[in-house]
Structure formats: structure tokens, C-alpha cells
């Protein structure tokens, strides 16, 4: 998921409103000595030091690669304001993320499932974007759930609203309302390596679709992050075979 910064800010900031603008090229202006610190860093860590010293030059350079992740994710929440919207299947898109995350890691010894009671759910989106939407909330349950354990995702439509939605379902520790309410802003995150920018770009890219993003957490339902998108009509797309399905 790395960006190029250095190659794409003077391109990406033409596309962007002037507050936007400003946040490229700082993140681009930030990059290079940025670089020069973690290298720095990356050589005294070929020298013997103190114990006391050892643990200090740990620190710096855990802190300043956090540093670059943060400048990583705030450009991907900067780029994906530019979106390339089609018609999409998000039967087909689920069922490859869900094969896509089988390769991952921290996939490993967990059960990942589809459930749905439909065939086709359309809506109208970028699909590079969406797919890293439910790349995050997976990825995210996965990390959550011990192994062994499942995550389920739920697809279907909302008659009444009109709405195609996606829930991604954990049955991991809940999380404490007081902590739920603040996941989706930018920079805040409990865990101890994280940077606080996942939700915060999930939650970007599906509101640009016209949509929103709830989450629920309780000991009764597990944890749930619920995706919301308008629904889109199918007489107006273009069909598809069922060998482009994947049946």
C-alpha cells in the first residue's frame, strides 16, 4: 500500500483544494529529511551502545518509522478523494477481497466467511477504493479475533432506505464504547503500533461515495462495521456472464 510521495504531490495537488494543497506539499517537504533521520538511525544501529542508549535508539527509530506510516496513510486519505466510479457487482468485489485476504498473514487460522441471501448487489464506485475499504475492516478483524475464531461479512440491500450495505463481523474482545465513538478520527487508535489513519480513510472513502460507516460493539454482537452505500439500479448497467462472476 506504499505511495510514491516524492513522484505524485506536484501532480495530485493540482486536482486539490488549496487547504488539500497545503497538506501535499508538506507531506512532500517532510519526506526527504524524513529519510535522512531513519537512515541516520538505521546506522547507529551497526554501533555498540549502552543498554540505556540501545533502548533510547529503539524508541527513535519505532517513533520515526510511525512517522512515516502517518505521512503514507495521510497521502492515501489526500488521494482517494479522487475517485473513478463504475458500476459494481459488490457480490463479485467481496468474493475477491475474501480470496485476496487469504494470502495474508494475519489471515492465518482464521475463518473467513460470505453470507448473503442475495445474487447481485449493484452500486455505483471506485473499485480499487472500496476493495481497500473491506481490505482495512477485514484486516482489522482479523487482528481482533484469536486463532481459530471468524470473521463473517454480511452483504444485502436495505428495501426501505434503498441502500446496499456490507457488514464485516468479529467476535473478538468488544471494544469500550467510550473508544468506539473516536476510531474514525483521524491520528486516534488504541493500538500500539497503529497511526490512527485506517478507519479514519475507510470512513473518508465511503462518505465520497455517498455513503456512511457505523460501528457496534457488545459482548452480545461482537464487533460490527457496517458499510453503506446507495444502491444502484440494475436495469441501467451492463450485464454480466456468469463466467465473469466466477461461477
Known amino acids: 500500500m506504499g505511495i510514491n510521495v516524492n513522484n505524485q504531490t506536484e501532480e495530485l495537488a493540482i486536482s486539490l483544494s488549496s487547504p488539500d494543497q497545503h497538506m501535499a506539499a508538506l507531506i512532500h517537504e517532510m519526506k526527504s529529511p524524513l529519510t535522512v533521520i531513519l537512515s541516520g538511525l538505521s546506522a547507529l544501529n551497526q554501533v555498540e551502545l549502552s543498554e540505556k542508549n540501545r533502548l533510547r ?16 496513510e495521510s497521502w492515501l486519505a489526500l488521494k482517494y478523494e479522487q475517485l473513478n466510479k463504475q458500476p459494481l457487482d459488490l457480490y463479485v468485489l467481496l468474493t475477491e477481497t475474501l480470496r485476496l485476504m487469504c494470502v495474508f498473514p494475519v489471515a492465518a487460522k482464521r475463518h473467513l466467511r460470505l453470507r448473503t441471501n442475495v445474487s447481485t448487489v449493484w452500486t455505483l464506485g471506485d ?69 490512527g489513519m485506517g478507519l479514519a480513510i475507510v470512513k473518508q472513502i465511503v462518505e465520497n461515495h455517498n455513503g456512511h460507516l457505523h460501528l457496534a460493539s457488545s459482548h452480545d454482537i461482537g464487533t460490527r462495521v457496517t458499510v453503506y452505500l446507495p444502491k444502484q439500479s440494475q436495469q441501467i448497467l451492463p450485464s454480466i456472464t456468469s463466467t465473469e462472476r466466477g461461477a
Not at 133 to 158: H, S
Open 57 to 72: 535508539l529503539t524508541l527513535a527509530l519505532e517513533e520515526t518509522l510511525r512517522l512515516r506510516r502517518m505521512l503514507k
Open 127 to 195: 473499485c480499487d477504493h472500496l476493495k481497500q475499504v473491506f481490505l482495512n475492516l477485514i484486516i482489522n478483524a482479523c487482528e481482533a479475533t484469536p486463532p481459530g475464531g471468524e470473521i463473517t461479512c454480511y452483504l444485502g440491500v436495505n428495501t426501505t432506505t434503498n441502500q446496499v450495505y456490507v457488514t464485516v463481523q468479529n467476535w473478538g474482545d468488544p471494544i469500550l464504547p467510550e473508544r468506539l465513538s473516536l476510531l474514525t478520527q483521524p491520528f486516534v487508535t488504541f493500538k500500539t503500533n497503529g497511526t
